[in-house]
Every structure is written in structure tokens, then in C-alpha cells.
């Protein structure tokens, strides 16, 4: 089915470890999305990709890196994980304006 | 600059009553503005639009919201509320630089009473 593919759906983290994060879209897609959600906050942009090679900050960068090699994909990594990061994730893409947005199920990580 | 608020960040309705959810925005632009819903561990479902069209925008499950620009408001309704629309309601606008980011309000939970 067509959509927006996010890998994992669960992980557990050790403080100092890392980890990527993967987002697939096959849609053909020129902007894709990386958000967070904690309660209470509704969701906020980490980082986005306005097409294949680009990557610019959101709203809540610090802590996080990204890479967009392929217009299918997505990355969000974590270098050095910390508490602070424990949220859900979500990956989206669009067409752009006026199109919609497709979300991804979301990444369920947790920092201990 | 754009971002979005909602009023409440819960309602409590009885299974069959009115429901109202607060959104207010601002903007430089003339906005997109949407709802989300989201149930209890699911992603992001689209409820309604709004894109300078009609300014009543009609959703899915019986939803709709009306675009007041004198009110820099975005409310989001349904004339009867079912016990299956308990869940969390989002008021996003759509910045029409940047990639066409969307920026989410806060959150409004939803519960609906038998």
C-alpha cells in the first residue's frame, strides 16, 4: 500500500547510545517531515527536507541529524541519546502546497 | 509569523450533545488551515481542510469548522457527539514557506460520556 513507512515502531535506548531512524515514502514526495510528540505539546518539527540532498531545521533541532541521499528516504539519527529525547516520532511527506500531508504510524522510543 | 492555539486542552461532552473545539490563529498569510484526530495510540487522521475556498469546511465523521477571518478562528464542531470520537483533536496551519511546515497547536483531548 501506498504511504509513509517508519522503522522501528518500538525501541528502548541507553543514555549515550545512538541510533537512525528510518522514513520511506512511496509517493514521489518532494518534502518530507520530522516531528515529535510529548504530551501536552501537540507536535513539533525537528527537521525537513524540501527535496533529495536539502535537510533544514524545525523548531527543535538540537540533538538530532538527518539525511535525505534519496527522495524516497528520510533519515532521523540520534548521536548521543539523552532522557529528554523519550517521545513519539513521526515522519510525514507532501506533494506540496496545496496538497495534503501523509504521516507515518510513528516511533515509539524511550531513553533510559 | 503563523502558529496556532487551542482554547481548551480538554472537553468533556455526553454521548449525543454538541461539540466545540476552540482554535485561534495567527498569520501573515492567507492560512491553510486543518484538523487532525488522533485516538489513543494511532497516528494522524485528517478530519477537514481549509484553503481559501468556502469558509465552511465540511470533514469526515460529521465534522465541520468554519473559517472566521475577522475572529482569526478555525472552531472545529459536530452536532452530536459518539462515544468513538474520544480521542485527541489537533489545529494545525500550514506556513506557506519553509517547505510548507505545518505547525500543530497544543492539543485538545476529547471525552465523550455515556
Known amino acids: 500500500n501506498a504511504g509513509v513507512t517508519q522503522t522501528p515502531k518500538f525501541r528502548v535506548l541507553k543514555t549515550g547510545q545512538s541510533m537512525t531512524l528510518l522514513c520511506a515514502q512511496d509517493?514521489?514526495?518532494?518534502?518530507m517531515y520530522w516531528y515529535r510528540q510529548d504530551p501536552g505539546m501537540g507536535l513539533r518539527l525537528i527537521h525537513y527536507?524540501?527535496?533529495?540532498?536539502?535537510?533544514a531545521k524545525g523548531e527543535v533541532p538540537d540533538g538530532y541529524n538527518v539525511s535525505r541521499l534519496k527522495k524516497q528516504n528520510f533519515l532521523l539519527g540520534l548521536e548521543s541519546a539523552a532522557p529528554s529525547q523519550t517521545s513519539v516520532y513521526f515522519c510525514?511527506?507532501?506533494?506540496?502546497?496545496?496538497?495534503?500531508?501523509?504521516f507515518g504510524s510513528g516511533t515509539r522510543l524511550t531513553v533510559v | 509569523a503563523q502558529s496556532v492555539t487551542q482554547l481548551d486542552s480538554h472537553v468533556s461532552v455526553s454521548e449525543g450533545t454538541p461539540v466545540l473545539l476552540r482554535c485561534n490563529y495567527s498569520s501573515s498569510y492567507s492560512p491553510s488551515l486543518f484538523w487532525y484526530v488522533q485516538h489513543p495510540n494511532k497516528g494522524l487522521q485528517l478530519l477537514l481542510k481549509y484553503t481559501s475556498a468556502a469558509t465552511l469546511v465540511k470533514g469526515i465523521n460529521g465534522f465541520e469548522a468554519e473559517f472566521k477571518k475577522s475572529e482569526t478562528s478555525f472552531h472545529l464542531t459536530k452536532p452530536s457527539a459518539h462515544m468513538s470520537d474520544a480521542a485527541e483533536y489537533f489545529c494545525v496551519v500550514r506556513f506557506y514557506n519553509q517547505g510548507g511546515k505545518l505547525i500543530f497547536g497544543q492539543g485538545t483531548e476529547l471525552s465523550v460520556k455515556p
Open positions: 509517493m514521489n514526495h518532494e518534502y
Open positions: 510525514a511527506s507532501s506533494a506540496g502546497t496545496p496538497y495534503g500531508y501523509t
Open positions: 527536507s524540501v527535496g533529495e540532498g536539502t535537510t
